[in-house]
């Protein structure tokens, strides 16, 4: 048995955004599993490199502030005369910050805006700018279950997942009648290394494995699978959606 060849995304060029590690390295390996050359992006030179050595087949980086609009356009442009037309785009560039809202610093609200949804639209712009003129092209947009739901202590990072997810839609009627696709992934709880802190938390993280029919915290690989549906031909109908990859924790009350 072989894999459906509307999933085949082998020879595509993908650009992830934020990966240097946790959910956006591990959606790099799968797109680098799947055949396509991948671009590493993020500030940290020596992290990407040591990123980039971890995984299979062609993989780039390109180092550039995804919150600094010259500096996107430049990178872009860099990175597509480096590598070629990108093809796939994730934005998965964020940051959590926690404190009570009435705590929250005017320079925090404006550092997690600017990282997890200005971001979005600067990198989103200058890819789309290319993909439209090409007729063709995949965004997929990482959002989160806060783009639905919140809990005390996180609102500033949920007001920007939801903003996310409408700016998702308005990508998807601005550049869909273009050939291309926006999308959103939104994770629910996954364990990784920033989150290890609430892993360990024995009350926290019994009260998700309670609130999530899985039973459990997700893993960074629950996510792949989304993320090659939304980056092939098999999603090419599929246009402003939201895929929640959460256990189940949505759905529930």
Known sequence: MTAHPLFDISGRTALVTGSGRGIGLALARGLAEAGCTVVLN??????????????PGDVRTAVFDVTDGPAVAAGIAEAEERVGPLD??????????????LEFTDRDWHRILDTNLTSA???????????TERGHGKIINICSLQ??????????YAATKGGLKMLTK????????YGVQVNGLGPGYIE????????????????????TPAGRWGLPRD???GLLFLASAASDFVNGQMLYVDGGMTSVL
């Open 121 to 131: 639209f600067l990198v989103g712009r200058e890819a789309a700018g290319r993909m």
């Open 147 to 156: 783009s639905e739901v919140v809990r005390p202590g996180i609102a500033p």
């Open 42 to 55: 993020g500030r940290d030179t020596g992290r990407l490199a040591e990123a980039a050595a971890e995984l």
């Open 88 to 101: 796939i785009l994730v934005n998965n560039a964020g940051m959590q910050l926690r404190a009570p809202l």
């Open 170 to 177: 308005g990508m998807c009627a601005d550049w869909g009648p």
């Open 223 to 225: 996510l792949v699978g």
């Open 192 to 211: 990784t290394e920033l989150t290890r802190p609430l892993v360990t938390d024995g009350e926290f993280s019994a009260w998700v494995r309670r609130r």
